[in-house]
């Protein structure tokens, strides 16, 4: 079993900052893709941005130029700095990982989510 523990979430107003962390644990030999979604109310879970083993990126279209993800392998941890704040940015973000192999094979997890919620 694999354990995503998020970190970081809270309440900002309009143009401020905010740092996600998400620390995977537990029995596994290494993660794929580690990334963020997030989920408004009434609306559809979505990606916000991943990052690859390797290093590779991919953000959504709306928050490209404000958050920044980034990686530990090491300590099998992602980040999400988040700047330039805005209303529509308030949701429970979810860290995942995808990709996970084990002895069990290959797995993909979720986070419990982290309350983001900035206000006007």
């Known amino acids: 079993q694999v354990q995503l523990v998020e970190s970081g979430g809270g309440g900002v107003q309009a143009g401020g900052s905010l740092r996600l962390s998400c620390a995977a644990s537990g029995s596994f030999f290494s993660i794929n893709v580690m990334g963020w979604y997030r989920q408004a109310p009434g609306k559809q879970r979505e990606v916000v941005a991943r990052?690859?083993?390797?290093?590779?990126?991919n953000y959504a279209d709306s928050v490209k130029g404000r958050f920044t993800i980034s990686r530990d392998n090491a300590k099998n941890t992602v980040y999400l700095q988040m700047n330039s704040l805005k209303p529509e940015d308030t949701a429970v973000y979810y860290c995942?990982?995808?990709?996970?192999?084990?002895?069990?094979?290959?797995?993909?997890?979720w986070g419990q989510g982290t309350q983001v919620t900035v206000s006007s």
């Open positions: 995942a990982a995808h990709g996970v192999l084990s002895v069990v094979g290959t797995t993909n997890y």
């Open positions: 990052m690859t083993t390797g290093g590779s990126t």
